[in-house]
């Protein structure tokens, strides 16, 4: 049978009383956990969370420029912010998965929003004590709510309307985040940095000065998040008084089938691919992770001291745009190509375009590094659904989906590298780092090839054929 067949016959009960009764849904849900179609309010809420989660992410890129100045750390010492970051995300994805499983993957998210707004509060008190390990803790806590918000919503984005567009509707939901990025970084450069260079400003002063001006610019840090726990408290009350639909695998019966985590490690032990898709995931965030850490040092080492914190997060703020661009145009060609075609495209040609980076002189290797963003645009949700497309047995989703939200930490190993190859080398030259990593993705796709046989059209095909035979 081919996999459209599963989305075009309601099999569960729910889906024969919600027919029965007039729809009072207006959604059916399959047994395999998705839906006839997709439910617009419901998917753009889910939506939105993936810009929540991605101002936080730009957040860390203004907070490791300010770091580094203020707490006069080394590029690698400034990598363990995205270390704390992403650890969090490793640590609870396995745990938010069986949270999930046992609740819902509403309740997932009204529970990732509210450790998300614990961790936006504890910055309050870390910038009175003036200690980079409070900071970290606060990141830390912060990203114990993504975890859970990642480990529900990009799944549950996936399983919102028929199976064949899955990866379509993750780039979409994706989109949101491009949006978050730009609107974090912005926050950062109007409420975080002043229009000078801190860095050079503090080298000027007496070491007392130097600290009480380092302490006076560390409470910049409270103002982006001061929003943010206002925004968070208001998503957590929608959410709570919108219906949702529960997207879980059903028995024949109509209830929610469900497997031991023990059953499920079982399950993905043997799945090769999955764990392939794993190790691409791990790498390719690691990639986009350092690219973005470093793009702000790289332009305030390239343009020198006339160049001011402001002026080197405006490259920032153009490469999130040109992510956006990016997404969007990978979302359309996903939409008519096949996506290993497509991914492979974009990875090898954001792996060549990093060389530039690596080995042109002056502004014009920050100018490369911005222009790589483009090709970053489809790289996790496409690698992120297609890894998912491996578990073939629904009961094991939500775990499957955590473990490849773990893939993250690849964020928190690979940046550390870079730093410690840019204090050992230079900065620009770092750059090499995530061009490897990408070229490794790139490879990954080619390898997939043979397994990626049709387009969106010819599936869209099979799918009208096969509900024509039913």
């Known amino acids: ?144 709510g993504l975890s859970f918000l990642e480990t529900s919503a990009d799944t549950y984005a996936t399983l919102m309307g028929p199976k064949r567009l899955g990866t379509v509707r993750l780039n979409v939901a994706q989109t949101m985040n491009a949006l978050g990025l730009i609107t974090g970084i912005l926050l950062g450069k109007y409420l975080v940095f ?40 208001v998503l957590i009350v929608l959410f709570a008084i919108t219906k949702f639909p529960k997207c879980r695998p059903a028995t024949k019966e109509g209830t929610v089938a469900k497997a031991t985590l023990g059953e499920t490690m079982n399950y993905l032990f043997h799945n090769g691919r999955f764990w392939k898709g794993i190790a691409v995931q791990f790498i390719y965030a ?31 703020i153009i490469s999130y745009i040109v992510f956006f661009v990016g997404r969007l145009g990978a979302s359309y060609l996903l939409s008519r190509f096949r996506e290993t075609r497509v991914l492979a495209i974009f990875m090898i040609g954001g792996a060549i375009v990093l060389l530039g980076t690596a080995f042109l002189p002056g502004m014009t290797a920050v100018w490369f590094a911005v222009a790589v963003s483009f090709f970053l645009g489809p790289g996790w949700p496409t690698i992120y659904s297609r890894t998912l497309k491996t578990v073939e047995d629904r009961r094991h989703t939500e775990t499957a989906g955590a473990i490849i939200v773990m893939a993250l930490v690849g964020g928190a190993f690979l940046p550390t590298l870079q730093g410690a190859l840019s204090d050992a080398s230079t900065m ?38 096969d509900e024509t035979a039913e």
């Open 1 to 144: 049978m081919t996999e459209a067949i599963a989305t075009d016959i309601p099999e569960t009960p729910e889906a024969e009383s919600t027919k029965a009764a007039g729809r009072k849904t207006k959604w059916i849900e399959f047994s395999d956990g998705y839906l006839d179609r997709t439910p617009v309010l419901q998917f753009a809420m889910t939506a939105i969370l993936f810009g929540i989660w991605a101002v936080a992410s730009s957040l860390n890129d203004v907070l490791i420029t300010q770091f580094k100045a203020v707490f006069s750390l080394s590029d690698l010492a400034t990598a363990f912010v995205q270390s704390a970051f992403y650890g969090g995300y490793f640590l609870i994805a396995i745990p938010a998965s069986l949270f999930i499983k046992k609740t819902s993957y509403k309740i997932g998210i009204i529970a990732g929003l509210s450790f998300f707004a614990v961790g936006c509060f504890i910055f309050f008190p870390a910038s009175r004590l003036v200690t980079y390990e409070v900071f970290l803790f606060a990141i830390f806590v912060e990203a114990i």
């Open 194 to 233: 002043q229009d000078s260079n801190l860095h050079a400003e503090m080298a000027k002063m007496a070491p007392d000065a130097a600290k009480a001006y380092g302490a006076e610019q560390l409470s910049r840090t409270l103002e982006p998040y001061k929003y943010l726990l206002i925004v968070l408290a």
């Open 286 to 316: 690691g990639a986009q992770t350092g690219i973005w850490s470093f793009t702000i040092r790289l332009a305030l080492n390239q343009g020198g001291a006339s160049m001011t914190d402001r002026d080197a997060a405006n490259f920032m």
């Open 428 to 465: 620009q030259f770092s750059f090499i780092l995530p061009a490897i990593e990408l070229a490794i993705v790139g490879l990954y796709f080619i390898t997939e090839f043979k397994r990626d046989k049709y387009t969106p059209a010819q599936l869209k095909d099979m799918a009208e054929k």
